[in-house]
């Protein structure tokens, strides 16, 4: 019997972890379109980039650290923070409005899918 209740204890956790890995490819795809179809410029190593450019760029950082990844906010910090040859943090300049760091618009627009996907 106690064999019995242990199997169920890792089923339960494997499948609650499933599917907070369900949720975060959701969340980080909806991330990565987003970069994607932004008019805002994303400055990496004082270069700019559109937003196609700066979500390729993103991609192969996710899939360098894909393994490491178990969170959305763990995707942010890991591959649309900073340069990891540098360490100089990314930032995005939407409009006429003052530059800030990329890691900190994407925690917004995080923030504001979840509320849209919660209602």
Known sequence: MKHFFVIIFILLAS???AAGSAEQKLETSHLLSFVKNSSCKI???GKVYDGNRAVT???KKYDYFKDDIETTEQFI???ATRSTLSGKYYTVVCGDNQS???RDWLL????????REST
Do not use: A, D
């Open 43 to 45: 400055i990496r190593n």
């Open 15 to 17: 499948s609650v972890n």
């Open 100 to 102: 800030l760091k990329t």
């Open 77 to 79: 910090e890991l591959s």
């Open 108 to 115: 917004q627009e995080l923030e504001n899918y979840r509320q």
């Open 57 to 59: 760029h993103i991609q």
